[in-house]
């Protein structure tokens, strides 16, 4: 979560004459996801201290934690480099949050 907090700042300030409007607009998607995943992760420990030998917790919050890396990451890749294939990640990163929402579904039952 410091980190997104960080990482928006340095949108707002650092690259504000920096980005294009499509930049900004992928830059702050990134962020958004970033901080609504930091929270899944910690509903995930916060779970954990509840469970803490279920086995999908673990998996949940390693999920949020690879679909931060890769979609968010990819995509603030994208928007401060303006290098397309950086996209690529992001499917990859979805689908890792899938993953950690199924696994926490099923975890919280």
């Known amino acids: 979560m410091l980190l997104g907090v960080m990482l928006g700042a340095f949108e ?3 690259l504000k ?3 294009s409007p499509e930049g900004k607009q992928i ?3 990134a962020v958004f996801y970033h901080l609504i995943h ?3 992760i910690l ?3 916060w779970l954990a201290t509840m ?3 279920h086995r999908l917790l673990g998996v949940a919050g390693w999920a949020f934690v690879i ?3 890769l979609f968010s990451g990819g995509l603030y890749l994208l ?3 303006g290098m397309k294939w950086f996209g690529i990640l992001t499917p990859f990163g979805g689908l890792a949050w899938l993953t950690g929402w199924l696994c926490l579904a099923f975890a919280a039952h």
């Open 79 to 81: 928007s401060v480099t």
């Open 17 to 19: 004459d920096t980005l």
């Open 43 to 45: 509903i995930v420990g």
């Open 67 to 69: 679909g931060i890396l």
């Open 38 to 40: 930091g929270l899944a």
């Open 12 to 14: 707002a300030h650092g």
């Open 27 to 29: 830059y702050h998607t």
């Open 51 to 53: 469970q803490p030998t």
